[in-house]
């Protein structure tokens, strides 16, 4: 089966400029999750999609941030305006859903370099 | 919150030696232990999960041990091999019909597999 795509793979903004990414999980999957990664440090979540609606976001700032996941299928995250510490390799996963355990499989990422 | 600290940051062996990566967490609550495999400039891969029902699993190279009471689990690689060289990441998670699955990842270990 078709992994869980992601673009751009890279992108390079000034800092206060806008930035989006696009992610298409893997088909069928209910659940999307995007993650930041920094570089040196593991990912952690920003927001988590069961379908199109939002089951965690604790951790995304949304002063800047902001996601959505239109019909349940792709879903976008946008930076608005970004930092210098937004630079980072933003990660899409998806998974089957459901309440037991189900194996996130993780994009290629979008690295993101803000200058 | 949920927190998983991973040691060593790095590690370095001799091929065909044994490799052990540790790691802990707070919440008690949790119940599933994925280990990610990314190697340079790709996507995290599962390599091998553990629940918390069980106390160690294995798959040919690679096995999980979990110390549920003193709340650690550990990835054991045996007869490493260069090919092995990569970051490795725990994570916890809690699964069930309540819960969002979310992953808590460590911080990363770096391994180093000299031939």
């Known amino acids: 089966e078709a992994g869980v795509a992601q673009s751009p793979r890279y992108k390079i903004i000034e800092k206060r400029q806008s930035v989006a990414f696009w992610c298409n999980p893997i088909s069928g999957h209910a659940t999307l999750y995007w993650y930041q990664q920094i570089l040196g440090q593991g990912p952690k979540l920003l927001i988590q999609f069961q379908n199109n609606g939002v089951v965690d976001d604790s951790q995304l700032p949304k002063d800047r941030f902001s996601a959505e996941r239109l019909k349940g299928v792709d879903s976008t995250l946008k930076i608005q305006p970004a930092k210098l510490e937004d630079s980072a390799v933003y990660l899409c996963?998806?998974?089957?859903?459901?309440?037991?355990?189900?194996?996130?499989?993780f994009g290629p990422g979008t690295r993101l370099t803000v200058l | 919150g949920e927190n998983v600290e991973q040691h060593p940051s790095t590690l370095s062996v001799q091929e065909g030696d044994s490799a052990v990566i540790k790691c802990t967490y707070s919440d008690s609550a949790s119940n599933y232990f994925p280990w990610y495999k990314q190697e340079l400039g790709k996507r995290p891969q599962l390599i091998i999960d553990i629940r918390s029902n069980v106390g160690e699993k294995k798959d040919q190279r690679i096995a999980v041990t979990l110390n549920k009471t003193a709340k650690h689990f550990s990835l054991h690689i045996t007869e490493t091999q260069p090919e092995d060289s990569a970051v490795y990441f725990c994570a916890a998670s809690i699964i069930g019909s309540s819960n969002t699955g979310k992953l808590i990842f460590g911080q990363g270990t770096t391994l180093q597999v000299k031939p």
């Open positions: 996963a998806s998974s089957s859903g459901g309440p037991s355990y189900n194996e996130q499989f």
